[in-house]
């Protein structure tokens, strides 16, 4: 009967645990997304409009009672949005150069105050005679002053994380096409 007893303890600490600590969620594709201010250098007049993103791959989607996730379709609506941001956007068949996206890996961290996430994603561009992989390794944090819940804090450090690596991605490429 003890034994009974305790387990049924544990077992509503852990369900007032979770409900305390809320469900995990998909990193948000605006958050993920840069803005005008993020980018801080100049534009590449070649890449102007000649930019698409084809595919993005090995994102996962999020399981509500676990961890918060990056999945493809917010990472690829992060990406395209971004480029369009920096003046690179380019309508379909329009473009001259074409992105594919491979979230090859996403370090995260179980426990802690403040999160750091490191994503690793290989970028792939194609078109007019130019071919180059890209792979971008970047680091974003979140600390508990920006949320108490540790799957919040989770996000926003997948959302940081995943936006600077689409940053330092842009920055390459600009240097790349000449």
Known sequence: MKTSASLISLTLIAAMSLSIQGCASNASHSAMSLNHNDIGTQSNQKLKSALAVRSVTGGKETNPIWTSEVDNA???????????VVGYGAEGRKAKYFVDADLQKLDKPLIGLSFDVTSTVNYKVEGEGFQKNIPITATGSASFSEAWSGVERLRIANEKSIKENIRKFLIELSALVD
């Open 74 to 84: 917010g990472f690829k609506s992060a990406l395209s949005q971004s480029i369009s």
